[in-house]
């Protein structure tokens, strides 16, 4: 079983930076996509920034030119770089890691969730 445990999380002015942090064990990150999603209060979970299963990058629109994903293959974890924080990137943010090559499918393995708050 892939358990997650995520860190970094914490309250920030608006305009600086936290980095999430999310350690894997039971399985590596390079292999399988992985990624970043967000939920505030009153709204869906979205998806924020992932790794594909070869490396590459994809960034949901709001965060592009912020926010910078991340992972160490040697201690297995995965990061998130958030830079230039406003007031709306206000939300619980969950890692998530594929079970499967192909992308992120029902039956992911999820963390627990780290509260991210930007103050005004």
């Known amino acids: 079983q892939v358990q997650l445990v995520e860190s970094g999380g914490g309250l920030v002015q608006a305009g600086g930076s936290l980095r999430l942090s999310c350690a894997a064990s039971?399985?590596?990150?390079?292999?399988?996509?992985a990624g970043w999603f967000r939920q505030a209060p009153g709204k869906e979970r979205e998806f924020v920034a992932g790794f594909n299963w070869n490396g590459g990058t994809t960034f949901t629109n709001s965060v592009k030119g912020r926010f910078t994903i991340s992972r160490d293959n040697a201690k297995n974890t995965l990061y998130l770089q958030m830079n230039s924080l406003k007031p709306e990137d206000t939300a619980v943010y969950y890692c998530?890691?594929?079970?499967?090559?192909?992308?992120?499918?029902?039956?992911?393995?999820w963390g627990q969730g780290t509260q991210v708050t930007v103050s005004s």
């Open positions: 039971g399985r590596t990150f390079n292999t399988y996509p």
């Open positions: 998530r890691a594929s079970r499967a090559r192909i992308g992120f499918t029902d039956g992911d393995y």
